[in-house]
């Protein structure tokens, strides 16, 4: 599965894109972002608090119930500053 | 039309483009943003502004096609820039045209509304103190929500 982040999450963990293979427990976002969060300290303290983050499923915003897939491209960033 | 871009655009040239549409055009409405030297008190030195490529074109063509299907519209341009800017520099074009104004206007200014909560962009300032991610502001959020109603 393709893993993207921008802005701070994407300073904070380092990285803007990874790509992980999920063990069968996962599969909603939510559960997702949890599974992250022991990859490393950045991304613990990019992806700890949920409140403060956005996620899009395939291009889509979706919440943290949202089921997923392998194959599946999930986005994880902060509320958008554009215009 | 939709187009996500690093470099700067012409706003007399997208204008002329939506007035060459068609004779049936009667108004065009337009909105530019502009980087400010301010923020919050803040002096800014620049603004650099991360993306979500595909996701943003995906985002501002639905923005387009809900405007289209609110307002009898004859033409659209949305332009988005990304990367490092300078204060004074251009961030962002909305243009309408509308065989009358009001189209033009309202569905303008629902664009820009739209397009700063669902869009994903985020802007970093420079200034002397660092760099900080700008927050999200509370109004914009507001302002998006009239529309539903």
């Given at each position: 599965m393709k893993i993207l982040y921008f802005s701070w999450v994407k300073q904070r963990i380092g990285h803007g894109v990874e790509t992980v293979t999920l063990p069968p427990?996962?599969?909603r976002t939510g559960q997702l972002r949890e599974w992250l969060l022991d990859r490393s300290p950045g991304h613990r303290a990019a992806l700890?608090?949920?409140?403060?983050l956005r996620v899009a499923r395939n291009l889509t915003y979706c919440d943290w119930e949202e089921p997923i897939a392998d194959g599946d491209e999930i986005a994880f960033f902060p509320p958008v500053t554009g215009g | 039309m939709v187009r996500i871009q690093q470099e700067d655009f012409d706003p007399g040239h997208e204008l002329a483009l939506l007035s060459q549409?068609?004779?049936?055009?009667?108004g065009i409405a337009s909105f530019v943003g502009l980087v400010r030297d301010m923020a919050g008190g803040r002096p800014v030195t620049a603004l650099t502004l991360d993306h979500y490529h595909e996701m943003s074109v995906k985002m501002l063509e639905n923005i387009e096609a809900e405007a289209r299907a609110r307002w009898p519209l004859l033409g659209v341009t949305l332009i988005h820039r990304y990367g490092r800017l300078s204060p004074g520099e251009r961030i962002v074009f909305v243009g309408t045209a509308a065989a009358h104004r009001q189209a033009a206007l309202d569905s303008c200014s629902f664009l820009i509304d739209w397009l700063k909560t669902d869009a994903p962009f985020w802007k970093e300032e420079t200034g002397p103190a660092g760099r900080q991610w700008v927050a999200p502001r509370k109004e914009d959020e507001e302002r998006r929500k009239r529309w539903r109603q």
């Open positions: 427990s996962v599969n700890a608090d949920a409140e403060v | 549409i068609g004779p049936n055009v009667g």
